[in-house]
């Protein structure tokens, strides 16, 4: 075993050497542009492009020209969220989403109230997910999008998509969903979902960064949405830029990996994600998961460890890749808006840490991390009980 551990795969994971390697031409030999149409060059380019389009398309339920390329799933999700409130402002101007989205979710809902839009979020369970009756209790008859996460980025907690976009559907009313937590980990097809946009990650699924994707329904009905980048033709004028060609290569790449071991890696994934908890479990007292028990994606495991900071926790295991929230959130140095809107405490979420179990994850750095991750929360344990002891003969009389 070596060191360190890489136990946060919910923020990023390692480009697959099998991705690396169909990448590497499109730097060197096969650099052209996409766009460039008078050339070898530039045919090369987006004949790439558009096999990786029709590869990702077809692993989702889509047809090519439902994939907007993008620089990621925040991008993604501004495009669908402003894109769509504003191509369907005349209809109404009422947005929905759940409390516990990303920030990039929640920041452009807010950003739309500067333009007039009113938004609605939405609380959720303890588990995380949102129900169809809180929905329906929340729709009126100026709403016009509704944007849910699939799975969770910081509790893995996965919602039940499929019927809330099918009660939009008979509304009339646009459903996003940001999949970039959920797609290559768990069964994914937007048929099946029945969603009008999805927003999706590369660097999610061992594939690069900086680049993903958004589907936008083409039929049944169409979608229409207003480019929030402008500068050229592309991507059917929905995303001006030159278009990313080495990585959108390595994300359809990294895509066709993940869903061809879908089953057996998520099985595994999962084993290994039990293994950590019940030995975590085990081994300190009073821990207890954060999200759903069931509906959850294989490698999240978020715990709570009373008597434990995880920022604590961390700094003790410098060889130990995890996290105490979202790589967004610790950015920010504020306490899991996600864990609050759970009912924690900003106390409670102090002490919760968040694992990602991945691909590259052994039953040997697992028995290290729970090893190593017990001694440490029961020392820190032991600190504040002989301050606490302390603090009492101080104030004796």
């Known amino acids: ?175 996003h969903t940001d999949a970039s937590q959920s797609v290559g980990k768990i069964p994914f097809s937007v048929i099946d979902l029945g969603v009008d946009l999805a927003s999706l990650s590369s660097h999610k699924i061992y594939g690069p960064k900086g680049v993903g994707a958004l589907y936008v329904r083409s039929k049944r009905p169409k979608i229409y949405l207003d480019p ?22 390595g994300f359809g790449k990294a895509l066709e990996i993940a869903c061809s071991h879908l089953a057996i890696e998520s099985a595994r994934i999962t084993s290994l994600r039990e293994r950590l908890y019940q030995g975590l479990s085990r081994s300190i007292s009073g821990v207890k998961l954060n999200g759903c028990s069931t509906q959850r994606i294989p490698g999240n495991l978020n715990i709570y460890i009373p008597g434990a900071l995880g920022n604590a926790l961390m700094m003790a295991n410098p060889e130990i890749a995890f996290s105490s929230s979202s790589a967004c959130s610790e950015a920010d140095g504020k306490p899991s808006h996600v864990l609050r809107e759970m009912g924690l405490t900003d106390e409670q979420a102090a002490s919760c840490i968040r694992f990602g179990v991945g691909r590259t994850t052994t039953t040997e750095e697992i028995d290290y991390v729970i090893e190593k991750i017990s001694k440490t929360a029961l020392e820190l344990r032991q600190l504040i009980f002989q301050s606490e002891v302390n603090e009492q003969e101080e104030i004796r009389p």
Not at 240 to 248: C, F, K, S, Y
């Open 228 to 249: 929030i980048l402008h500068g050229g033709g592309h991507e059917q004028g929905l995303r001006a830029g030159t278009l990313n060609v080495p990585g959108i290569v």
């Open 1 to 175: 075993m070596k060191l360190p551990i890489y136990l946060d795969h919910q923020a990023t994971t390692p480009v697959d050497s099998e991705v690396l390697k169909e990448m590497l031409p499109y730097f060197t030999e096969k650099f052209g542009n996409a766009s460039s149409r008078h050339h070898e060059f530039g045919w090369t380019a987006d004949s790439a492009v558009e096999n990786a389009r029709s590869m990702i398309a077809a692993l989702i339920g889509a047809q090519p020209k439902e994939i907007v390329f993008t620089s990621g799933a925040t991008e993604s999700n501004n495009l669908a969220i402003i894109g769509g409130a504003r191509s369907y402002r005349d209809r109404g101007r009422h947005i929905i989403c759940t409390s516990v989205e990303h920030a990039s979710v929640l920041s452009a809902v807010e950003s739309l109230k500067m333009e007039g839009f009113d938004v609605t979020i939405l609380p959720v369970d303890r588990d995380g997910l949102i129900t169809l009756e809180t929905l329906k209790n929340a729709i009126r008859p100026d709403t016009i999008l509704v944007s849910v996460i699939h799975a969770n980025n910081e509790v893995g907690s996965i919602n039940q998509i499929q019927e809330l976009a099918a009660y939009t559907k008979s509304k009339n009313i646009l459903f």
